[in-house]
């Protein structure tokens, strides 16, 4: 059954812009639920949803965001956007075969994503027929038999990826990696790939450690916290908890983001019920600044360049001590900073000094220090130096390997730090190879795989011939959304791990499988009983998560179902048990256990109230690195003026949107409704092309190879962003970053620094 709304087409209802002015979350999260949950239905089944959402004793954790559970024991330990993304994955409308028989793949090619997800629950494997142009049920042993003939017939294991978007349990993603491994590639490209590999890089090479150091009694001792290129009340909403709590408390709160957004401000937490009732506000920043779109490393270095001149009359401005005991290349550091003029850092920046040593003496007056960050630093060409520069900050003063003090940054979905965790990586560490090998009696291969980029160019040139998606919307999320298209186009055979219609279906090969699962909410029975998997959030916490709704159809598998059965069917004599794993997901764990550094005892830690935390040995002063210390880096200031005529542009989301999943054409915090192709600008730099408050405007970016694209008739927003900077909401703006603009120290497309011309369109 067609079930489109078409009243949320936005050409139906005129957009509208107000500025926002009112607290982030509160009352207005509150409505927004509301309506919510009475348009998908769920106002019975959604709130009892909610009290079993992120609890440590038989609850689900949330599919959304990776920030940490609540340690304290808090009941409503929720968000508006979780519950949203919850009651999107619970909702009653169904799609089976019915749907598909009365539409064909181009007839649904034309409708919003909005539409596509909206038409409910997949219910039963389908198989793309390309006479009839449809996608018609297929029974899963012949769908897992589709898939094992085509692997086992490439003339090099190679010829396959195998992606993962970060909704990925650990135990399917273990699973996963294994079946790649077994089958004899390393092709295996991820959704960190396109947002924090810089952050992963960076660490390591500084700290030894791929991740963040803190968790959240951390964030409860700082006395100061830096929280750069970061929308927390959308991308991360129970963060504002956490900088409310800070506030509350006398701790520092600066944020370094070209957009003053709402959770920047100030915010009343819904479950704080004396706040809601008095309508009482708790600010949520003592300084926004708002550099220039890339600048954030020119911020960080005009910091570093204050503490080391006040470090001529006050020798407390630098921790020596720590420095001389714990780090290699301070000398290096210093002289650059030295060297690096004002005039250089004001220009970059696009701030002045004043502005920046003030953020610097709330850093030099703090004890207890975290640096959080997100896409809006690692998005860009020099995502890695920007992050190495945190650290380099960090350790002047020696906030790294106490309590209330590190790198924190802030990952997007549930299980994206996980998934690498469970070796999900296309460079998998050797260590890892020798112990996978030995335990699971295979041979891994050794060659480095393909990332994302690399996967779209060799689907592209012909060689990857098949593609399978475990969950996400790769078609969406990629760059360069035409050229990702084709190159999966091209290939023989598309398998797309979904529980919901999405554009990623209706881009395939030659062959097409959808193969529907469970989602997180849902009960996972096996032969073993009613199973939970785990997942790892921001912070390294690992913890278990049991699904609570009956399935959405009694034809979906669970995920690590799903990747054994593709598994035996390309690896019919694998010794491999993949038949007892998917029986018994402990069976799984003690297997991860003896893999896994940090999962020593994983069945019995991960049943601990709250799960265990996997060690970072950075935490502890112990640094894998060459010179055993953490390391500074001498990155020089990038050049990110843009040019005369240009303005530098980042894509980001609408708070009614969760990665491609997109809820309304509404933008709450940033006061727009009715409206998604648009794109917001300084008014100055409006005036500057004559372009109003609506007008069409027409977008063209150009790639580092000279090549243009563009986007028409997008309508022009005033907005508070530097003169020089302009930013719109991924997936649209996607097509803007060329397959070949990613940058050359993560890999990573640089979707948050695409140089663009804007002009009236004619």
């Not at 929720?78 to 598909?100: A, D, L, P, Q, S």
């Not at 909704?167 to 924090?196: I, K, V, W």
């Not at 023989?492 to 554009?503: F, I």
């Not at 005529?645 to 894509?651: D, E, I, K, Y």
Request: glycine residues 8%; negative net charge.
């Amino acid at each position: 059954m067609d079930q489109r709304d078409d009243e949320h087409v936005a050409d139906a209802r005129q957009p509208e812009f107000r500025p926002y002015q009112h607290p982030a979350a509160g009352w207005g999260a509150a409505a927004s639920v509301t309506r919510f949950l009475a348009k998908e239905r769920e106002l019975v089944a959604g709130p009892r949803a909610i009290l079993k959402m992120n609890h440590e004793n038989g609850g689900f954790d949330c599919p959304g965001c990776a920030w940490p559970d609540d340690t304290k024991g808090l009941h409503l330990d929720i968000c508006e956007n979780g519950i949203k993304h919850v009651t999107w994955e619970m909702t009653r409308k169904r799609v089976g075969r019915e749907f598909f028989a009365a539409h064909t793949v181009r007839e649904l090619s034309e409708w919003s994503e909005f539409e596509l997800e909206d038409q409910g629950r997949l219910t039963e494997p389908l198989r793309y027929d390309a006479e009839t142009d449809r996608y018609v049920p297929i029974s899963w042993p012949d769908a897992f038999a589709l898939v094992g003939h085509v692997l086992s017939g490439l003339d090099s294991p190679d010829r396959a990826a195998y992606y993962t978007s970060g909704r990925l349990g650990n135990e399917a993603t273990f699973l996963y990696q294994l079946m790649a491994r077994e089958l004899g590639t390393n092709n295996l490209p991820d959704c960190s790939n396109m947002c924090h590999e810089a952050s992963g890089r960076a660490l390591q090479a500084a700290l030894g450690t791929g991740k963040g150091t803190v968790d959240l009694k951390d964030w409860e001792l700082a006395d100061a916290l830096f929280i750069l290129g970061v929308n927390a009340a959308s991308n991360a909403p129970r963060m504002l908890t956490s900088l409310a709590e800070a506030h509350r408390r006398g701790a520092r709160i600066v944020h370094l983001n070209p957009l003053v957004e709402a959770g920047a401000t100030r915010t009343i937490i819904p479950h704080d019920f004396a706040r809601m009732a008095t309508f009482r506000a708790t600010p949520t920043s003592t300084l926004n600044l708002q550099p220039r779109i890339g600048a954030d490393l020119a911020v960080l270095r005009g910091m570093a360049k204050a503490l080391f001149e006040w470090a001529r009359t006050d020798p407390g401005a630098i921790d020596t001590e720590f420095v001389e005991r714990h780090t290699h290349g301070f000398a290096d550091y210093r002289a650059l900073c030295e060297a690096t003029t004002w005039a250089e850092i004001e220009r970059q920046a696009g701030l002045s000094r004043s502005e920046i040593t003030e953020a610097a003496e709330v850093y030099r007056g703090a004890d207890r220090c975290i640096f959080s960050w997100c896409l809006g630093v690692t998005q860009h060409e020099h995502g890695v130096d920007t992050v190495r520069e945190i650290v380099n900050l960090l350790l002047l003063r020696g906030n790294l390997g106490r309590e209330g003090t590190g790198p924190s940054p802030v990952r997007g979905h549930s299980n994206v730090q996980g998934n690498r965790t469970c070796g999900i990586d296309h460079r998998p560490a050797e260590e890892f190879l020798d112990r996978l090998g030995e335990v699971c009696g295979i041979t891994p291969p050794r060659r480095h795989g393909m990332d994302t980029v690399d996967t779209i160019e060799a689907m592209h040139r012909g060689d990857v011939t098949v593609f399978v998606g475990m969950g996400g919307n790769f078609a969406l999320a990629a760059p360069d959304t035409p050229y990702t298209a084709a190159a999966l186009r091209k290939c023989e055979l598309t398998v797309q791990v979904s529980t919901k219609l999405n554009r990623s279906h209706l881009v395939h090969g030659r062959q097409a499988l959808i193969l529907p699962c469970l989602g997180r909410t849902e009960k996972d029975h096996q032969r073993g009983g009613l199973q939970a998997t785990s997942v790892e959030d921001a912070m390294s916490m690992v913890h278990l998560s049991v699904g609570m709704k009956r399935p959405a159809s009694p034809h979906l598998l669970s995920e690590p179902a799903i990747i054994a059965g593709i598994a035996r069917a390309a690896l019919p004599d694998s010794a491999t048990p993949w038949e007892s794993y998917v029986e018994d997901y402990d069976r799984i764990r003690d297997t991860m256990a003896d893999v896994l550094d940090g999962f020593e005892d994983f069945n019995r830690r991960v049943r601990r109230p709250l799960g265990f935390r996997i060690s970072q040995p950075a935490r502890e002063l112990v640094f894998h690195t060459p010179s055993g210390r953490a390391e500074f880096s001498t990155a020089a200031l990038p050049d990110v003026v843009p040019e005369p005529g240009t303005l530098a542009l980042g894509t980001m989301r609408s708070h009614d949107q969760w990665n491609t999943t997109i809820y309304s054409d509404n933008d709450r915090y940033r006061g727009i409704k009715n409206l998604r192709t648009l794109i917001f600008m300084n008014p100055e730099d409006m005036r500057e092309r004559g372009l109003a408050e609506f007008d069409d405007a027409d977008i063209t970016s150009t790639a580092k190879d000279g090549s243009t694209r563009s986007l028409r008739r997008y309508k022009a927003v005033p907005y508070d962003i530097p003169r020089g900077c302009a930013a719109g909401y991924m997936p649209e703006m996607n097509v803007l970053c060329a397959i070949g603009d990613y940058s050359t120290q993560s890999d990573q497309p640089i979707m948050k620094h695409l140089k663009v011309t804007v002009q009236p369109s004619v």
